[in-house]
C-alpha cells in the first residue's frame, strides 16, 4: 500500500472524542467573554508580513525565528499570523473603529502559527482565544479584564487554587529607554556570562535578556536592576490601582519582576498565567497579555490606548482534569428496527426527532434486537425505539429506557414528548 503524506509536524488533527473537549472550552470562553459584552472578530489567519514586524517587533524571537512567511504569487511578503493582536489592531486601524464607538471589545478563538521547536504544550499551529478592548486606559479595565480571565479558567473546570498570576508593569516608553540604559550598563558589566543570544540582545533588546531561558544567564539576571523601580510617580501609582483592585476582585497575584513579555508592542500592565495543574510540564504558561497603548497610532490609527490578552487552548485542555470521553454529547435516541420494513418506518420519525434537535442514531441495518440494543448502550444513548411487525401494525413504539431497563409503549405522535421527558 502506498505511505500517505505525513501531517506537518508540530500541526495536529482533532479527532472526536478530543474535540468536544474543545467545544466545551470554546463554548465557556465564548459564554465569558459574551457575558462582558465582547464581540466575535474573525480576521484572515494570512497577513502582509510588515504588519507583523511594525507590531510585534523586528527584534523578536516571534519575527526573527518562528514565523511562517513566503511570497504569494503576486510576489508580496505574506505571513501565517503568529498571534492575533497585529491583526485586530489593523481590522481596528483599517475601519476607523474609534467613530463608531467610545470602547471596542473583541474576541477570536483560531489557529496561529510559529515555527517552534515542538513538544508538548509547543506546536506550530496552536489555538488561541484572544481579546482586545480598545479605547479604555482605565486601570480597572486591566483589573477586569485579569479577572475574567481567571473565571473562564475556574470555567474550564481548573483547580483555582492552581492558578499563579503574575503581573509586571513596563511603564512608559521613555521610562522603559532609560531602564535600558541602565540594564546595557549592568549586562555589560558581566558580558563574560551571557551567552551568544544574550550578546546580541544587548545591542538589540537587552530587556528581553530577562526572559531568557539559559541557567547562567538567569543567574546574572537576577542581579540586574528592576524595571518596577525604575517607574516614574505615575507609572508606579497606576500599577498600584491595578493591583488593589485586582484584591478587592478576589484575584490571587504576585509581580514578578523579571516578567517582560516576548512581544515588542507593550506598554504599562502586563501579566501571564501560569497553572500547576494538569499535564503540562515546562509548557505551562496558558495565558499571556498586557496593555498596548501606542500600537494603534503607530499603525496607522488615532492614538487609542487599548490592553489584550490570548489563551492557549492547547495548553488549558492538557491543565483540565477530566478526559476528553466525559465531554462526549449524549446521544439521545437509537432506533432499532429489526427488518427493512421497519426501517423505512423508523426513518420519518427519526427525522421528525432530529428536526426538534433531539440527538438521534438510527440503525441502517437490521439485525437481531440485541446486537442493536448493544450498539445503543455502547453509544450512551438515553433510549432505544424498537420497531417491528407488530408496531407498525398497531402504531405504538416499543421505547426502552435504556437507564433502567424498563420498557413501555408509545404512540408515535407522543414520541417527542416521552424522550423529552427521559432527558429531563
Ligand atoms: P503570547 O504570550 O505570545 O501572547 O501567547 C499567548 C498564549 O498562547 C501563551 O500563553 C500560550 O498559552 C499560547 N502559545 C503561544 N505559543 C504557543 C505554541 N507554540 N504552542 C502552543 N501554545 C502557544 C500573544 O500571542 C499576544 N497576542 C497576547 C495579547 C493579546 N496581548 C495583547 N493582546
Do not use: C
Not at 490578552?309 to 492547547?314: D, K, T, W
Amino acid at each position: 500500500m502506498a505511505d500517505v503524506p505525513p501531517g506537518v509536524k508540530g500541526m495536529n488533527d482533532i479527532l472526536p472524542p478530543e474535540v468536544w473537549k474543545w467545544q466545551f472550552l470554546e463554548q465557556q470562553a465564548r459564554d465569558v467573554l459574551e457575558s462582558f459584552a465582547y464581540g466575535e472578530l474573525r480576521t484572515p489567519v494570512l497577513e502582509y508580513t510588515p504588519l507583523f514586524v511594525r507590531s510585534v517587533g523586528e527584534v523578536t524571537d516571534v519575527v526573527e525565528k518562528q514565523m511562517y512567511t513566503f511570497d504569494d504569487r503576486d510576489g508580496r511578503s505574506v505571513s501565517l499570523r503568529p498571534e492575533g493582536t497585529a491583526s485586530a489592531v489593523r481590522a481596528y486601524v483599517e475601519n476607523a473603529q474609534w467613530n463608531k464607538e467610545p470602547i471596542t471589545r473583541w474576541y477570536y478563538i483560531g489557529p496561529m502559527f510559529r515555527h517552534e521547536r515542538a513538544q508538548r504544550g509547543r506546536l506550530r499551529q496552536f489555538f488561541q482565544v484572544g481579546a482586545e478592548v480598545f479605547g479604555a486606559s482605565e486601570p480597572s479595565i486591566d483589573a477586569e479584564m485579569i479577572a475574567m480571565l481567571v473565571s473562564m479558567l475556574v470555567r474550564f473546570g481548573l483547580d483555582a487554587g492552581a492558578i499563579e498570576v503574575a503581573v509586571n508593569s513596563l511603564g512608559e516608553p521613555e521610562e522603559r529607554e532609560a531602564y535600558r540604559q541602565k540594564l546595557v550598563s549592568y549586562f555589560s558589566a558581566h558580558r563574560d556570562r551571557l551567552d551568544d543570544d544574550s550578546r546580541r540582545r544587548l545591542e538589540t533588546n537587552p530587556l528581553r535578556i530577562l526572559d531568557s531561558k539559559n541557567p547562567d544567564v538567569i543567574a546574572v539576571a537576577a542581579g540586574a536592576p528592576k524595571l518596577i523601580d525604575e517607574l516614574g510617580e505615575g507609572s508606579r501609582a497606576r500599577f498600584a490601582r491595578v493591583r488593589s483592585l485586582l484584591d478587592a476582585l478576589g484575584v490571587k497575584h504576585a509581580i514578578d519582576p523579571g516578567l517582560v513579555r516576548g512581544l515588542d508592542y507593550y506598554t504599562g500592565t502586563i501579566f501571564e498565567i501560569k497553572t500547576k495543574a494538569g499535564e503540562l510540564g515546562s509548557q505551562n504558561t496558558v495565558a499571556g497579555g498586557g496593555r498596548y497603548d501606542r500600537l494603534v497610532a503607530s499603525l496607522g490609527g488615532q492614538s487609542t490606548p487599548a490592553i489584550g490578552f490570548a489563551l492557549g487552548i492547547e495548553r488549558a485542555l492538557l491543565a483540565i482534569p477530566d478526559t476528553a470521553e466525559s465531554y462526549e454529547p449524549a446521544l439521545a435516541v437509537f432506533f432499532a428496527p429489526m427488518d427493512a420494513a421497519a426501517l423505512d418506518f423508523a426513518l420519518p420519525i427519526a427525522l421528525r426527532l432530529r428536526d426538534k434537535g433531539i440527538r438521534t442514531e438510527i440503525e441502517h441495518r437490521p439485525g437481531k434486537t440485541g446486537k442493536m440494543l448493544g450498539r445503543a448502550s455502547k453509544l450512551r444513548a438515553r433510549a432505544a425505539v424498537i420497531i417491528g411487525g407488530n408496531e407498525i401494525a398497531s402504531g405504538k413504539l416499543t421505547v426502552k429506557d435504556l437507564a433502567n431497563g424498563t420498557q413501555s409503549e408509545v404512540a408515535v405522535a407522543d414520541l417527542e414528548a416521552l424522550i423529552r421527558k427521559l432527558l429531563d
